[in-house]
């Protein structure tokens, strides 16, 4: 059986995160491929319900990052969000999902190492939670049950 | 006469009084209800319909819940919890605080049902009511139960009994019960991640996604549920597990900093979950992070549309 | 002049925050705008500091949403590389020649990937980090440069002086290397021009008792500041510079080049070295985790602007110490870190061990500046700053000449901003007949109409030479996309951004009627506005357009894992698709703007703003509840430079009075309010509704009045305003009086307002100039917490000392004791120095009470603006934003923002207009795009999502139901996340295309 | 038929010799929590009624009944195939009279001469329903008033009562005679017993005469009432009433789908959710409580009986009397339909 290699969805701000991600990048700072960005234009933007579909549809961990508080392209978006974050992170610990599993952070467009770190981190948390079986819909089965 | 007469007959008269100087148009309350251990809702239109006015330990849903999207001038009989309830509604502009008169019940606990069956397993097929007791009686039975015993879990730990928002109290300030101070919950926290999954995933096991706790809450007035959205519908309609905790824990989400734990959904669930329990995380961490309590103001900010700059959220990195 | 033709351009001079600033409020009211910048990229020293004060924030976030904004400002062009060589004729038509220095690269074909730099083998100083790491001889000044283009440092590269190597010219993917550059003389004409020079550090080589030359633990506060960048060269990891080990104590020196007329000639304050040590020290402390041990020495403590105080005050508390004395000598200690000596407050002399000694060293004005005044022949004072008139402060001696930043003196950042508009609002009042005559608009075929079509998606995967190529498997997931829903068409290109790839994009939209197009390629952050605009060249609306960035976010970072990558490209492709396909067209519509501004306040910053609005061209209405115009400066003597006041706002009234364009309605304030930015309409408590399309807030401040020293018991105690009223008046008792104190800080600076009033310590030294000048024998005590004369009032102070007022600090435990006997006002203060008591019995006692905040919530509220916890109005942005409300439409000047000086008053009033200008030049605004709109089905009032707008955007209509005013929406989306029922969608990043998006994710 | 009896030392034989290799479903647990489960623990005798209606045996609140792959490697991709009706030999023991009715009313739904449902049919027809007679029916019984009774047959192949802590057993039907027979039972003439019993239980339930006058009043005099939007106030349109009741049968297909692929499902719908009628543009036919609260009462009272020869949409068997937060009691409303002018 081959490793496990945990998928993770990222949720990043267009003006902090995903720039750092983009410097990243320019400063050819490699990490590892799991995880998929949805871009968005602020962390204020970030409905909770993302977050749950991303696990409803399997994701073995979620990474959310903005703006430093204070930072925000946006004034407060990151405020806002934060106190949302607050109660989705203490909901979610509490029912049993592995803490693990979902990351917030806060790194801005010039923190390119930050994010490379935070990167390799998050994905090291999620593989050593292993797959996501208990907190994901299970798959549709697609064919006819097996007749006794 | 007891307390629990001496209420009724207070609401009677302000609702009668109410009625007929044209202060409201209706008088929303309760009345005795078809069956043992149900106290229903009742809407009072006349001066006398007002003598149908009761109140009961067991008029357990929350009458807000008929506020919002109502016009003209509304009294509503409620408890410290409806209140608060009604209170947020008002600066959720639900209803205007012109047209609301609140007339207050200090309430002692209701009584659940469920509590009351398990003591009693046979079937139930009348229920009396004294201030400290309940009588249920049977084919072949009649057994006295003190009420203390079979109160709701919300009502055991209560911080605000007594409507102080009301226009009038319909009586002296109840005493104070203890505030909730989530012991379960945090005995629940020593617990292995996993343990609490089960935990939670077995409380909504039986989850008909009727939302029979959805609307009896007096929060959710949302004209479109999140459940029931189309384009995209995200949610799926089965009784699909993670579906069913997804509808559970969105809804918690959607009440934190608004729920005044009147114990509603409880109430109206027909398989009996403790629907509550997700609501009360975030109780706990509403209180514990902003120190905040719905429904104690008319100026009150409802916590997800405020923030501070120093904000505690040291989990986020 | 008017019968002359003025040219509609502007020369600025300058790329860095002031510059940027100034470029884009002239080419946002209409005018072409020359930006000249020495170095390869724009951006100045802002681009190098790592946080800003007092907010913390982080300065390349900040400055570069506007980096790419002047970047890609259509009528910005921005020359970098490029010296001017002269400068001739008058204001509205002066000829520019500059020479543009060879890059050596072709900027249309460099794509910023760094190949070049990869394999270039000469290393050398990197001045981004103040030479604390290395660059190549081929590079980017820093990684966010705009443009973002590489170039060759010619003096060192080894092709261009050896004719050996050409390395680069090999790995370049798109071939942009051309070492047969040349210089290139170009000549255009402007109409006037705006000097935005900056400034230089200075260089504490000339203090040998510092030990900068040769101590390693001795470095500036510019070094430091890199240390800390998360750029910088160790990423943000505090060091100690001889050996790299974490430091424990750490000293910032104040003053070093500063205050100080002995080796460094330097007489004025940097006016930013005490806010920025403390910011410093701040982000040390953060970044080791709290136990670094840091002291700051300095002479006087100056945060005096906004929220400054509170930030000296948070270090307090934090547990910098901040220790009062000027440090004469450092002496390195072996295994690393140094000696300072230095003598306390009491006298006494000591000697400390500190890690890292911080020299926070001044602003200076670089040789180059003071070349190009004299060339230009514009007048400086001694420090080689740009000689202006308190009420004309961003005007140069010579007509069509202005400057903002630190060249008319050393000023923080959000000074500079504000100067810098009001510099545009200047450099442009009389050019106003030819605006929009050369600003160039673009012109774009109107949409074409895909109503009920169903998505026709067209894919396009660029190889970027062999950034992404050799890494991804292109053809791969070219057939991949091919896979995918509703596209009809997916293709390979080698460069997507290229000229040729971009007209073959507009033909096969039209050859394949896409009407939906991905690009898998870079970062939308720098080339979805490009691609927006060939989709508007296709006749196809540019929001049907999405980005896959499989280079910055895939094979730039998992090179070494190809298959990986592929995969990962596969997926953002699939991502892009999926959102792609239920994008829909989103719709611009135009509002009229009315060509007014509503002036709220009749004092100096009112009237200014006004006149200034009136030589652009505007008219406006100034409500001024007095029944007199001028507001506070009608009682003020002269400036500290010596300018009478009366006369001056005498003459301000006048041309208010004359100008056509500006109405002013006295003993009126605002009643009512309705509409947004373009379309407001004020009823006035006089019953007369105005029409505006912006709205200016000067409604000024007052004069606290004291609660303490007799102030109202005694008519000797006096305030600073009454002793300027009886100055003007000529007043009989204060020329025979002999002895005055002067007491600082009544009412500042304490808890209930804690913050700097900004101006009384110079008033107070100029007040105390001036009485002991015309009265030599008359003795001048100054009572002072910090004298904080910033700047080059500095020399006023020193003046004062040299005439021979007494300074005596008194703390804020130990306030003066005033005490009256018969009338005999009698004054008992702690001289620090002595340690003893001192009594003095003064004719006048003049307090120099707090300026406090008119606290207008009432105002606010009507014109959904905040204020902070001061009273002042809250703006945009500390920083970058400091006229601006966060609310469109709505801007403030003066008093009502933070006291200040008259010359900044003046200035901020001339910003003001400038911004406002951008508003009221264009005729119809341009709305919409990526709003929230509401689905008032689902909308139950609750009020959320106004509740949680950052720019007051949404409202409750009658009927109780939630609307967006897409003239103030800034699309954050903050009510659609916010909202229970999903009332509010953000269009282009609605909730059924993110939900696609995770969809496809997994 | 002859009945029969079934002493309490045989009751275990009886089970396993009606379940005979079957799935064999009887009431599980006391009080409350009784449900009709597979048996796997003591069958209760003394009961109220299930929890649940035993609906869902037949029609499960979730039914995947279509699915198709999306990945080209997987046999018939992008086709939709037939999940079949999920149907197993089963005997249901303690089946109360009202439930069985409820699934008979629901069966012509299923099945009639111009429709069948083959996931309902292969369910409800692989079943053997042998229900269980009320002696002591709750106070929110009322099967008697609506057509009914504690002893009633409809839908059932036997009808047993508690007897001597054991059974009586009256068989139906030729399958409920063959399934008795197989347990090899004495039999014995219980009819004058059963009479007795009857009449008793339907004495204990209380009269109630309204339904005669709804059956006679016109469908427009009783849908133009002026009462419903009293009756309706305290509604909380939950939708409780519907996922309790024996007769609810509207479901709602749904598709699902993952990048495996997709399945078509059907689940239990509730017409007092506005959701239930709203079309695609928006429009809703129902679009207050008022109107889905009469559709339901409407439809109970006096559609069914209509389209069902008389036969009354609600079996009184009290789940939504229970049930409903707001104690809306069907009871109550029947009278007051009977009474209401238009």
Redesign the interface.
């Known amino acids: 059986m081959s490793e496990f290699e945990p998928k993770v969805v990222a949720f990043f701000c267009n003006w902090c995160t995903y720039g750092a991600a983009d410097l990243a990048g320019v400063s050819r700072l490699d990490y590892p491929p799991n995880f998929r960005v949805v871009r968005l234009p602020c962390t204020g933007r970030l409905n909770p319900k993302f977050i749950m579909e991303a696990f409803k549809?399997g994701a073995d961990g979620v990474w959310v990052s903005g703006c430093h508080p204070g930072d925000c392209h946006y004034i407060a978006g990151n405020y806002y969000a934060r106190r949302k974050f607050v109660l989705l992170h203490t909901l979610l610990e509490t029912i049993g999902v592995d803490p693990n599993r979902l990351r917030f952070s806060w790194i801005s467009s010039a923190e390119a190492n930050k994010f490379q770190a935070m990167a390799r981190d998050v994905v090291e948390s999620v593989r050593a939670c292993g797959p996501n079986l208990t907190f994901r819909k299970a798959?549709?089965?697609?064919?006819?049950?097996e007749v006794? | 006469m007891g307390a629990l007469e001496t209420i009724t007959q207070k609401i009677q008269d302000k609702a009668k009084s109410l009625l007929e100087s044209g202060q409201a148009e209706v008088v929303i309350g309760y009345r005795k209800?078809?069956?043992?251990l149900?106290?229903?809702?009742?809407?009072a239109r006349t001066p006398s319909d007002c003598e149908n006015l009761i109140w009961s330990s067991f008029a357990k849903?929350n009458l807000a819940?008929?506020l919002p999207n109502r016009t003209g001038k509304v009294a509503l009989v409620a408890k410290g919890c409806d209140a608060r309830s009604a209170v947020g509604q008002v600066t959720e502009n639900q209803i205007p605080r012109d047209n609301l008169y609140l007339i207050g019940v200090p309430c002692s606990g209701l009584v659940d049902p469920?509590k009351v069956?398990a003591k009693e397993?046979r079937?139930?097929?009348?229920a009396t009511e004294t201030d400290e007791t309940i009588t249920v009686s049977g084919?072949g039975f009649e057994v006295e139960i003190k009420k203390a015993e079979v109160l709701r879990r919300n009502c055991e730990v209560c911080s605000h009994r007594s409507p102080t928002m009301a226009d009038e109290l319909t009586g002296p300030e109840a005493p104070a019960a203890k505030p909730d101070d989530f012991a379960d919950i945090k005995a629940l926290l020593a617990k292995s991640p996993s343990e609490r999954l089960d935990y939670f995933q077995d409380l909504i096991k039986d989850c008909?996604r009727?939302?029979?706790c959805?609307?009896?809450c007096p929060l959710c007035y949302c004209p479109v549920c999140f459940v029931?959205e189309t384009r995209p519908q995200w949610l799926?309609?089965?009784?699909?597990p993670m579906d069913t905790m997804t509808f559970h824990l969105l809804r918690a989400l959607h009440c934190a900093g608004r729920c005044t734990a009147c114990g509603?959904c409880e109430?109206?669930c027909?398989?009996?979950i403790k629907v509550r329990e997700f609501n009360r995380v975030l109780d706990k961490a509403v209180q514990e992070n902003w120190s905040y309590e719905p429904g104690l103001t008319w100026e009150q900010k409802p916590p997800l549309t405020v923030y501070q700059p120093n904000d505690p959220a040291d989990f986020i990195k | 002049m008017a019968s002359k033709n003025v040219v509609g351009a502007v020369l600025v001079a300058g790329g860095g925050v002031a510059g940027m600033q100034a470029a884009l409020d002239l080419a946002n009211a209409g005018y072409y705008v020359y930006m000249v910048e020495k170095s390869l990229a724009i951006g100045g020293r802002m681009a190098q500091l790592d946080k800003t004060f007092p907010t913390n924030d982080c300065s390349m976030c900040i400055i570069s949403p506007k980096l790419v904004e002047v970047g890609r400002h259509i009528n910005v062009e921005l020359l970098t590389l490029t010296d001017i060589l002269s400068i001739d004729g008058e204001e509205g038509d002066f000829t520019v020649t500059v020479r543009k220095n060879p890059r050596y690269i072709d900027m249309s074909k460099c794509i910023a990937c760094g190949e070049c730099t990869k394999k270039c083998p000469r290393k050398l100083n990197n001045e981004y980090n103040e030479n604390l790491d290395t660059r190549k001889a081929i590079y980017v000044q820093y990684a966010q440069a705009v443009p973002l283009k590489y170039g060759i440092d010619a003096k060192e590269c080894l092709y261009l002086t050896k004719g050996k190597c050409g390395t680069c010219q090999k790995v370049c993917p798109p071939k942009a290397i051309n070492y047969d550059d040349k210089p290139e003389e170009v000549t255009f004409h402007v109409g006037s021009v705006v000097l935005a020079p900056g400034f230089t550090p200075f260089k504490p080589s000339v203090f040998d008792t510092l030990r900068y030359n040769d101590v390693k633990d001795v470095i500036t506060a510019l070094e430091f500041e890199r240390y800390l960048g998360a750029t910088g060269p160790t990423m943000g990891h505090v060091v100690r510079p001889s050996d790299h080990k974490d430091p424990k104590k750490l000293a910032f020196l104040q003053c070093v080049g500063s205050r100080e007329v002995n080796r460094a000639s330097n007489g004025y304050c940097s006016s930013v070295c005490c806010m920025y040590a403390i910011k410093e020290a701040l982000i040390a402390k953060e970044h080791s985790g709290g136990d670094l041990d840091v002291s700051i020495f300095y002479m006087d403590i100056r945060t005096f602007g906004k929220d400054f105080e509170k930030y000296f005050e948070k270090a307090k508390a934090a547990g910098i110490k901040f220790v009062r004395s000027r440090v004469h000598s450092i002496l390195p200690e072996t295994g690393g870190g140094v000696k300072i000596n230095y003598v306390t407050d009491g006298g006494l002399s000591t000697v400390e061990f500190f890690d890292v000694a911080v020299l926070s060293h001044g602003l200076v004005i670089t040789g180059e500046t003071q070349e190009l005044a004299g060339q230009l022949k514009l007048a400086t004072d001694q420090y080689n700053f740009a000689k202006t008139s308190t009420f004309n402060p961003v005007a140069l001696s010579r007509p069509g000449f202005y400057a903002c930043g630190v060249f008319t003196g050393p000023k923080d950042i959000p000074s500079s901003v504000m100067e810098a508009s009001a510099a545009a609002a200047a450099a442009t009042s009389k050019l106003t007949p030819a605006r929009g005559t050369l600003a160039k608009v673009i012109t774009v075929p109107p949409a074409m109409d895909i109503t009920g079509d169903p998505p026709r998606v067209g894919v396009f995967i660029c190889h970027c030479g062999i950034n992404i190529a050799s890494v991804v498997d292109v053809p791969k997931v070219v057939e991949f996309a091919k896979s995918l829903p509703f596209v009809e068409y997916a293709s390979n290109t080698m460069f997507a951004c290229s000229q040729d790839s971009q007209e073959k994009l507009v033909s096969l939209i039209k050859e394949y009627r896409l009407n939906r197009i991905v690009v898998s390629a870079c970062s939308p952050r720098t080339h979805e506005p490009l691609f927006q605009e060939t989709l508007a060249a296709a006749g196809l609306n540019k929001y049907l357009y999405e980005m896959a960035n499989i280079r910055n976010h895939d094979s730039w970072v998992h090179a070494g894992h190809p298959e990986e990558a592929t995969q990962k490209a596969m997926d953002m492709t699939e991502m892009a698709v999926a959102k792609a396909a239920l994008l829909t067209p989103l719709k611009e519509n135009v509002i009229d703007v009315e060509p007014t501004a509503l002036v709220i306040g009749g004092g100096v910053a009112g009237l200014n703003t006004a006149l200034t609005l009136s030589q652009q061209g505007f008219k406006s209405v100034i409500v001024e509840k007095d029944s007199q115009a001028g507001g506070n400066a009608n009682r003020i003597h002269t400036t500290i430079k010596g300018e009478n006041v009366a006369e001056y706002i005498s003459d301000l009234k006048t041309q208010v009075h004359n100008d056509p364009n500006i109405t002013l309605v006295l003993s009126s304030q605002v009643d009512k309010v309705d509409g947004y930015v373009g379309n407001f309409i004020t009823t006035l408590t006089t019953g007369q509704t105005v029409k505006h399309g912006v709205t200016i807030i000067a409604t000024g401040a007052k004069e606290h009045k004291p609660t303490e020293y007799l102030y109202g018991e005694n008519r000797r105690v006096v305030t600073q305003l009454e002793l300027d009223e009886l100055l003007k008046a000529d007043d009989q008792n204060v020329a025979k009086a002999n002895t005055f104190v002067f007491v600082q800080c009544v009412g500042s600076r304490e808890k209930e307002r804690m913050y700097c009033s900004k101006v009384c310590c110079s008033h107070t030294v100029h007040v105390a100039v001036e009485l002991k000048k015309k009265k030599p024998e008359s003795r001048i005590f100054v009572l002072y917490r910090d004298i904080r004369t910033y700047a080059q009032k500095e020399d006023v102070y020193k003046e004062a000392r040299d005439l021979g007022v007494i300074f005596i600090r008194y703390d804020l435990d130990r306030k003066p004791e005033f005490t009256q006997d018969n009338k005999q006002l009698r004054v008992k203060v702690l001289d620090p120095v002595s340690g003893r008591h001192l009594i003095i019995e003064p004719d006048y006692a003049v307090l120099a009470a707090a300026i406090v905040s008119g606290r207008e919530t009432d105002l606010g509220m009507k014109f959904k603006v905040p204020l902070d916890e001061d009273g002042w109005f809250f703006e945009a942005h500390q920083k970058l934003r400091p006229v601006d409300f966060a609310t469109d439409g709505m801007f403030m000047a003066g008093l009502a923002h933070y006291p200040k000086p008259m010359d900044e008053v003046v200035a901020q009033a001339q910003a003001a207009a400038a911004r406002a200008v951008t508003v009221l030049t264009q005729p119809k605004m341009t709305v919409g795009g990526i709003v929230a709109e509401i689905d008032q089905?689902r909308c139950s009032g609750c009020g959320v999502c106004k509740a949680v707008c950052p720019y007051s955007a949404i409202d409750l209509d009658d009927k109780g139901k939630a609307v967006v005013n897409e003239a103030m929406c800034k699309g954050c989306g903050n009510c659609a996340s916010s909202c229970r029922s999903d009332a509010p969608s953000l269009r282009g990043f609605t909730n059924a295309g993110l939900f696609a998006q995770i969809?496809t994710a997994? | 038929m002859t009945e029969y009896i079934v002493k309490e030392d045989a009751l275990t034989a009886f089970f396993q010799a009606i379940a005979n290799g079957r799935r064999l479903l009887a009431p599980q647990g006391?009080?409350?929590n009784c449900r009709l489960e597979v048996a796997t623990g003591p069958v209760s005798l003394d009961y109220?009624n299930t929890?649940l209606s035993p609906k869902a045996t037949f029609f499960p609140?979730?039914e995947?009944i279509l699915?198709?792959?999306k990945k080209a490697d997987?046999p018939k991709y992008n086709q939709y195939?037939?999940?079949?009706d999920?149907a197993?030999p089963t005997v249901i023991f303690g089946i109360r009279p009202c439930d069985a009715k409820g699934l008979a009313i629901s069966n012509k739904v299923f099945q009639n001469d111009r429709f069948t449902d083959p996931y309902w049919k292969g369910k409800y027809e692989s079943a053997l329903k042998i229900g269980l007679a009320c002696l002591?029916p709750?106070?929110?019984c009322f099967c008697a008033a609506m057509g009914g009774s504690p002893f009633g047959e409809m839908g059932l192949d036997v009808l047993a009562y508690p007897k001597e802590k054991g059974l009586g057993l009256k068989p139906l039907t030729p399958a409920g005679e063959e399934l008795v027979k197989a347990a090899s039972l004495p039999s014995a003439d219980l009819a004058s017993e059963i009479k007795d019993l009857e009449k008793k239980a339907i004495e204990a339930q209380g009269p109630l005469d309204t339904y005669q006058i709804i059956n006679e009043r016109k469908i427009m005099e009783l849908y133009k009432a002026d009462h419903w939007s009293?009756t309706a106030?305290?509604c909380?349109?939950?939708?409780?009433c519907t996922?309790?009741c024996p007769t609810c049968h509207c479901f709602?297909i749904?598709d699902?789908?993952?990048?495996?692929?997709?399945?078509r499902?059907r689940?239990w719908d509730?017409c007092m959710?506005p959701?239930f009628t709203v079309h695609g543009s928006?429009h809703n036919p129902r679009p207050s409580k008022t109107e889905r609260v009469r559709q339901r009462f409407m439809h109970k009272l006096k559609y069914i009986p209509i389209k069902q020869d008389g036969v009354r949409g609600c079996t009184g068997c009290g789940r939504c009397?229970?049930?409903c937060?707001?104690?809306?009691?069907i009871?109550?409303v029947a009278a007051t339909m009977a009474q209401a002018s238009a």
């Open positions: 549809r798959p549709l089965a697609l064919d006819l049950p006794a | 209800g078809s069956t043992p149900v106290a229903a809702p009742y809407f849903l819940n008929y469920a069956a397993g079937p139930i097929q009348k084919v008909l009727c939302y029979a959805r609307n009896a029931d799926g309609k089965s009784t699909d509603a109430t109206a027909p398989v009996n | 089905n969809e997994l | 006391q009080g409350e109220g929890h609140q979730t995947k699915a198709y792959h997987q195939q037939d999940l079949g999920h197993e002591n709750s106070p929110q009293a106030e305290p909380l349109g939950c939708g409780v996922f309790f709602d749904q699902e789908t993952s990048e495996a692929g997709g399945v499902m689940n509730t959710s959701l928006g009397v229970v049930m937060p707001a104690n809306i009691d009871r109550t």
